[in-house]
């Protein structure tokens, strides 16, 4: 990717909203684990033996709110085909005042589309991994949550541990609503070119995982 490339995503994605506020390369990161059963001790010797880390499911998370987004119905036939980049007429029928079909005939069956934006939302959910991260060490809360009463670890890493090219990261956004997520957005990237930083990706990341519910503030 050219610097010009970049520069342009970087300010579409600005002005967007998109860009994520992401700990720098010297920033302390901690995270709590409970050690308390077999599995955790197994990735906990994992970690240090292989440095990998094992990120949660999305039905192992304990908040419902996580990886939850209300998914919003938005698919009509006139969504779709702009979805899919398509014109409702050639420019040789509009040269000619001839239409083939309209978006509505085209696209009257919405259901294979829904079902290919459920792909995508199945296939993200079964296949993400999340790590979660606080800024703190000292935590009576935290020690006592995650930590199996402190009877657990508390464990302290870099940013720079953490490129950005293996994995997103970046701080969450605490809202009091469930963020809506349109299955037009869904549809466009089960159908879009694996991009990592597409600004399609990226609006769907930041709804997907991070958005937290208000409450423990981690």
Request: some cysteine; glycine content about 4%.
């Amino acid at each position: 990717m050219s610097f010009e490339t970049w520069a342009e995503h970087e300010v579409v994605a600005a002005a967007q909203g998109l860009n994520l506020r992401i700990p720098t390369r010297h920033q302390s990161m901690f995270k709590y684990i409970g050690l308390n059963n077999k599995t955790s001790w197994t990735y906990f010797e994992r970690m240090l033996k292989d440095l990998e880390l094992v990120g949660s499911t999305a039905k192992s998370l304990n908040d419902p709110f996580e990886l939850s987004p209300y998914i919003f119905d938005d698919l009509r036939p006139r969504v779709v085909a702009k979805v899919f980049k398509d014109s409702e007429y050639s420019l040789v029928d509009r040269l000619n005042n001839i239409s083939n079909y309209t978006f509505e005939e085209k696209y009257a069956d919405l259901a294979p589309y829904r079902e290919d934006a459920k792909l995508y939302l199945d296939r993200t959910e079964r296949n993400s991994r999340i790590i979660c991260f606080c800024e703190h060490s000292d935590s009576p809360l935290l020690w006592s949550h995650y930590a199996n009463s402190y009877k657990g670890a508390c464990l302290h890493f870099l940013g720079r541990a953490f490129p950005r090219s293996r994995a997103r990261v970046g701080y969450v956004n605490y809202s009091s609503h469930r963020l809506t997520f349109p299955m037009s957005l869904a549809l466009a990237l089960n159908h879009e070119k694996e991009k990592f930083s597409s600004h399609l990706k990226m609006e769907a990341d930041k709804m997907y995982f991070f958005s937290k519910a208000p409450g423990l503030g981690i």
